[in-house]
């Protein structure tokens, strides 16, 4: 199968409308990572995306709807506190849990009694959204637990001859994925970090938790117990206090022939005054929305990774060093 990357436009809606319709699978543009959609109706469709993706079968999908999707199609008591976080957060990187209608097929909930639902803010996925009406079943367009893709060349060197479209909207200006909120109790629990912080969330529901499973406990969100965002190369994480460790980690390698390099933000790096860097960028906007794509060269160019965590560890850092810890398989 030859995989197209199109602009987003009338011609190329028409044709991801086309490919949907008839129960396959289109990547597309978010503002937090590209996706793969299909039709949330159709089980077989859905099912093909875990197929293509080799993602386990325990693991649910995100519904996608454009802004005006009427929910009550799909979801019950939602809590006012949720619709509160609504007026204030969406279309934008929140994705909501609520009790599921059983509307979409089964497939995307893996059959929990449960259904996030997320409608994002970039213009080319609420085009998409607004030109099906239909609920798009979307995971990240990447092969599961590879880093998550950020631009449609990243999608491309993932799915390249397993999808027919790549939908271009450019590179994502947010990087990583949406915060995943349980609405389904008294009050907002984040089950996966992301931009849409915890203090955020706190200031207009008044309160906020974040899950962290017990050892043993069924966990909520399934996707939190794999491996994720790892890149094809080695990796070690430092936290920021050891980042002069880091830099010896670096010459104690490249003496012994490794090619390695370290990947930190630009402050760090000019303190290290380091040249064989990933640097993730200034602002903390920058980190998120770079983070993946310097994994992704990083695998390109590098034998071995030596990630620098950030200094500050809550907003939206928290929800990038859930990530680095994942992409790192570290437990720092
Ligand atoms: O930003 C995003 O959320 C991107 C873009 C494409 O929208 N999508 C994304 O999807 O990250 P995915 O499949 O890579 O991650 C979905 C996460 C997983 O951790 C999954 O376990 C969780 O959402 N999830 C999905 N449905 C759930 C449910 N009913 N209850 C709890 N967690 C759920
Ligand atoms: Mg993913």
Redesign the pocket.
């Known amino acids: 199968m030859q995989t197209q990357i199109l602009p987003v436009d009338g011609q190329s809606l028409e044709l991801a409308k086309k490919i949907i319709t008839n129960g396959g699978a289109v990547a597309f543009p ?1 503002e ?4 793969l959609g299909a039709n949330a109706f159709n089980t077989a469709a859905v099912e093909n995306v875990f197929k293509i993706k080799g993602r386990p079968n325990d ?4 519904v ?1 709807v454009h802004k005006d999707y009427d929910l009550s199609k799909l979801v019950y008591d939602v809590p006012e506190y949720a619709q509160k976080l609504a007026n204030a957060y969406l279309p934008g ?1 929140l ?1 909501m ?1 609520y009790k599921s209608l059983g509307a979409v097929s089964s497939a995307v ?1 893996c059959g ?1 009694e ?3 639902v ?1 409608i ?1 803010s970039h213009t080319g996925a609420q085009n998409l959204l607004r030109y099906l009406d239909l609920p798009v079943a ?4 990447n092969i599961s637990k590879h880093v ?1 893709p950020t631009t449609a060349r990243h999608v491309y060197e993932d799915l390249k001859c397993k999808i027919e479209l790549v939908l271009d909207g450019g590179s994502c200006a947010g990087g990583i ?2 915060t ?1 909120l ?1 609405c389904t109790g008294d009050k907002p629990v984040i ?2 970090s ?1 931009l849409i912080t915890q203090e955020m969330i706190t200031a207009v529901a008044g309160e906020c938790g974040v899950y962290v499973p017990k050892d043993g406990e069924r966990v ?5 117990k794999y491996k994720h965002y790892a890149p094809a190369c080695r990796t070690e994480l430092f936290a920021y206090c050891f980042k002069e460790d880091a830099l010896e980690e670096l010459k104690r390698q490249t003496a012994a022939g490794v090619n390695a390099f370290i990947m930190c933000d630009s402050a760090t790096a000019r303190l290290l005054n380091v040249d064989k860097v990933l640097d993730l960028g200034e602002t903390e906007n920058d980190i998120a929305a770079n983070l993946y794509a310097k994994l992704r060269e990083g695998e390109q160019v590098a034998e071995l990774i030596i990630a620098i965590a950030p200094e500050k560890q809550d907003g939206v850092m928290s929800g990038v060093m859930n990530r680095l810890k994942k992409a790192c398989g570290s437990k720092l």
Do not use: C, F, K, W
Request: aromatic share 2%; proline share 14%.
């Open positions: 978010t937090t990572v590209y996706g693991n649910p999908l995100i996608h990187p994705t849990v909930s929990l449960t259904l996030a997320r994002p979307a995971p990240s367009a998550s994925e949406s995943v349980d089950l996966r992301g909520r969100s399934p996707g939190m």
